[in-house]
């Protein structure tokens, strides 16, 4: 993952570098605000990927000379089925229309929303291994 972060880093570094020269010449504050998001996003990235690779260390793919077999075995758990991104899709299509027509229905979105969020998040939390 070293290469991944650096090569965010270098994304991180030229929106600093394109944000500073457009604070500079064009002072103008939505392009700032993006640039200066865009800036921290990828330098999130970079800080993800840097301290997956300290934590981790060199993965398979970061070396020439490795093999596709040193590769496998279980990847990561995956869930079979749930019902609750439909519930989130449905907890924000709310939260949207509430926006529109009243506090009162973004409230309700709102609460639909977290409560599918965290029951999403928490959904497969006692399993074993």
Not at 2 to 11: D, I, N, Q, T
Not at 87 to 112: C, D, K, Q, R, S
Request: aromatic share 14%; net charge neutral; with cysteine.
């Amino acid at each position: 993952m070293r290469s991944e972060a650096y090569l965010f880093a270098g994304v991180a570094a030229f929106f600093l570098v394109t944000d500073a020269a457009y604070i500079w010449f064009a002072r103008e504050p939505v392009g700032i605000a993006a640039l200066t998001v865009s800036f921290l996003m990828s330098a999130l990235i970079a800080f993800f990927c840097a301290v997956n690779y300290r934590r981790k260390g060199e993965r398979p793919e970061d070396r020439p000379d490795s093999e596709v077999r040193e590769r496998g075995g279980v990847i990561d758990f995956f869930p079979p089925h749930s019902g609750y991104p439909p519930v989130v899709a449905l907890g924000v299509t709310v939260l949207a229309i509430g926006v529109v027509f009243g506090l009162w229905l973004a409230v309700i979105g709102f609460g639909i929303m977290a409560g599918a969020v965290v029951g999403m998040v928490f959904q497969f939390s006692g399993r074993d291994g």
